[in-house]
């Protein structure tokens, strides 16, 4: 993978990231951190990928930023469909989502 090749840590110079896809994940906070964890769910399995543990400014600065490029993406190639409710309550009731 190229981008992994070209991920240095400014701090230790060393080859410190990741690259990861994930499907499914949760978010917790504290008074001084929000936790994001990662998951990839496949068939009945789940798969604790990662968590990523961040300030609350970071937080809110983070949901910015991604608010804000779903924005442009959705301009570009338009609206990105949310699932329907029916299929997420079967889904969910066969165990193989999970929401909060």
Same mark, same amino acid.
């Given at each position: ?32 951190? %929000?936790?994001? #964890? @990662? ?6 399995? +789940?798969?604790?990928? *990662?968590? /990523? ?8 600065? %983070?949901?910015? #930023? @991604? ?6 993406? +959705?301009?570009?190639? *338009?609206? /990105? ?20």
């Amino acid at each position: 993978m190229e981008h992994e090749k070209q991920c240095f840590s400014p701090i230790t110079d060393e080859r410190s990231c990741f690259s990861v896809y994930c499907n499914s994940l949760s978010v917790g906070f504290s008074l001084y951190d %929000f936790e994001i #964890i @990662l998951r990839e769910k496949f068939n009945n399995n +789940e798969k604790q990928l *990662g968590i /990523i543990k961040m300030s609350p400014q970071h937080a809110k600065v %983070f949901a910015q #930023i @991604l608010n804000d490029n779903i924005a442009v993406y +959705e301009n570009i190639f *338009g609206p /990105i469909p949310e699932p329907k409710e029916e299929k997420l309550r079967e889904a969910q009731e066969k165990g193989e989502i999970n929401i909060g």
